[in-house]
Every structure is written in structure tokens, then in C-alpha cells.
């Protein structure tokens, strides 16, 4: 039996036609396949525990305006629209899921991956000038390990947003 996926609840997907997937090693494996639509859900070799996760927040215009400025520095954009959701990912997979509910979280925290201290960076100015407020500079959190650089921005609905990255610095 095959496992389930956002797809076999939301059958009125809608893609954002920009969203292409990139080349990338290993193998995609996608599910539903209709119209020539195929969405990889996992790339062989890059797994996560997490398969996406989602959080309400109260305005859909102003969170998808906020994350669509803030995450382009990550390679992360808008994937899909779901009945009042929107899935922000890379390669064509949404992983982070956002919608309006009457109920907001408590703060959360949700730190996106960053392939260089330069995309850090990058998505800090670009949260800063999207209205977040400031959490922490980008910089090195030693207290997590020597390589741990990060930067912090409350978003518009007071979640600690972060984009980390665990390389070393390029000399």
C-alpha cells in the first residue's frame, strides 16, 4: 500500500507555473501523476523526518508577500495554492505550508536551510525590508556548534523565523 501524500486530499491544486524543478543528484520519486503533472515528493538520499509542515497565520495576502520576498535569497518560492493554503518550496515540493485560521500558534519557530553564510545574509536583509523585525543578526551561534550561522526575524504574525547554515566559513 502506498502512503499519502497533500495530493490525495487536495484535489483542486493549483501550481504556481514558475516553479520548476532543478536538476539535482538522486532520483525523484512522485506521486500522482495526471495531465502530465507529477510533483516529487522526495529526493532518494536527501531525506528529512519532516515531510512539510504547516501554521496559521492571520493574513493570507500579507504572509504570502512577506515569505515570497524573504525566502527567494533560499531558492524557496510559492509551489502551490491549496483552498487557502499556500506551499512555499524548492524542486516543485511544497514543504512549508501556511493558511488563516481564526486560532494562531503560539510562536513558532521554523528554520529554513541556507547553503552558504552569503544566503543567510541575503534573507535577513530581504526579511528586514519585508517588514520582519529583527531577532538576531546573522552571525555564529557557537552555543550550537563552531559552524552554526544563523539569523533570526519575527514575521508578521510573531513567528522566529531562521535561516541556518552549518558549513564552514569560505576563506
Known amino acids: 500500500m502506498r502512503s499519502q501524500s497533500f495530493l ?5 491544486i493549483t501550481l504556481n507555473p514558475t516553479a520548476q524543478p532543478a536538476a539535482r543528484a538522486g532520483s525523484l520519486r512522485a506521486v500522482r501523476s495526471g495531465g502530465g503533472l507529477a510533483l516529487p515528493l522526495c529526493i532518494e538520499g536527501e531525506n528529512m523526518i519532516i515531510d512539510h509542515i504547516g501554521m496559521a497565520i492571520s493574513d493570507y495576502d500579507k504572509s504570502k508577500k512577506f515569505y515570497s520576498k524573504a525566502l527567494a535569497p533560499l531558492g524557496i518560492g510559492l509551489v502551490a495554492e491549496v483552498q487557502g493554503w499556500a506551499g512555499f518550496g524548492k524542486d516543485g515540493k511544497p514543504e512549508f505550508w501556511f493558511g488563516v485560521h481564526e486560532k494562531i500558534q503560539n510562536p513558532m519557530h521554523i528554520a529554513f536551510s541556507a547553503v552558504s553564510r552569503e544566503e543567510v545574509n541575503k534573507f535577513y536583509e530581504a526579511a528586514i525590508l519585508a ?11 557557537e552555543i550550537y556548534h563552531p559552524n552554526y550561522y544563523g539569523a533570526f526575524v519575527i514575521d508578521p504574525d510573531g513567528h522566529n523565523i531562521e535561516a541556518v547554515c552549518h558549513a564552514e566559513e569560505n576563506k
Request: proline share 12%; charged share 30%; net charge positive.
Open 8 to 12: 490525495d486530499f487536495a484535489p483542486n
Open 131 to 141: 517588514g520582519a523585525k529583527d531577532n538576531g543578526k546573522p552571525g555564529v551561534r
